[in-house]
């Protein structure tokens, strides 16, 4: 059974400081591996999406990397802004199942 | 495009009574998704429907209903509600599978706060 855990659980920095977001996999046979933002009594937005065969992918600020043999992903903000604070969550995809495995979250806060 | 909307934003049941949560999409998509998100943890999929007239259970059916009649629309119903089902529920779609066959991203209406007391 695909577990997926997100390391810290919470984070706290100050604006301007590049940060990493953690999280790991224990089955490593994935279809794609997601990162979306939750902002509170919104819903949630895709970032960035990895399909199994990449290694990275990059969008503005944003990079995410995969790397399936070690059941891991990081999220890099660089430069981070007030306006990045909120819940960051790593979803997985597997084997074309429409079941989608959810991490708890990394809730982030970045203080002007 | 207006995405994913869902109604009501908030509500707040009596055990025993029953609701509907709407969920409408007008991106065309065929795969819509029920998730409930309790406090301190990840999303569960509550049912999901690849098309009009298709659906099928996800991790956490029990005490849940859906119909699709139509591609834009996905309800779900609770008939007996427990408090057990408070949480915030999250309606979601997505389109196609993209190239090879790779899983195209969900979408996701901005939740609705459930209670039952």
């Known amino acids: 059974k695909q577990e997926v855990t997100q390391i810290p659980a919470a984070l706290s920095v100050p604006e301007g400081e590049n940060l990493v977001l953690n999280c790991s996999f224990t089955d490593s046979a994935i279809y794609n591996l997601q990162w979306f933002r939750q902002d509170p009594g919104k819903g949630l937005t895709s970032l960035l999406l990895i399909q199994s065969s990449q290694r990275e992918q990059t969008s503005g600020r944003l990079n995410a990397s995969l790397d399936k043999s070690s059941g891991r992903s990081t999220l890099y903000i660089a430069a981070s802004q007030p306006g990045d604070s909120a819940t960051y969550l790593c979803i997985i995809s597997q084997g074309g199942s429409e079941k989608l495995v959810f991490g708890k979250g990394t809730k982030l806060t970045v203080n002007p | 495009n207006a995405g994913v909307t869902q109604t009501p934003k908030f509500r707040i049941l009596k055990i025993g009574q029953s609701m509907t949560l709407q969920c409408t999409q007008d991106?065309?998509?065929?795969?819509m998704y029920w998730y409930r998100q309790d406090p301190g943890m990840g999303l569960k999929l509550i049912y999901y429907s690849v098309g009009a007239g298709i659906t099928d259970k996800g991790e956490v059916p029990n005490g849940y209903n859906v119909s699709r009649s139509t591609t834009e629309d996905f309800p779900l119903r609770l008939e007996l509600a427990a408090p057990s089902q408070t949480s915030v529920y999250f309606c979601?779609?997505?389109?196609?599978?993209?190239?090879?066959?790779?899983?195209?991203?969900?979408?996701f209406g901005p939740g609705t706060r459930l209670t039952v007391l």
């Open positions: 979601a779609s997505r389109g196609q599978r993209e190239g090879r066959g790779q899983l195209s991203t969900q979408y």
């Open positions: 991106m065309n998509h065929n795969y």
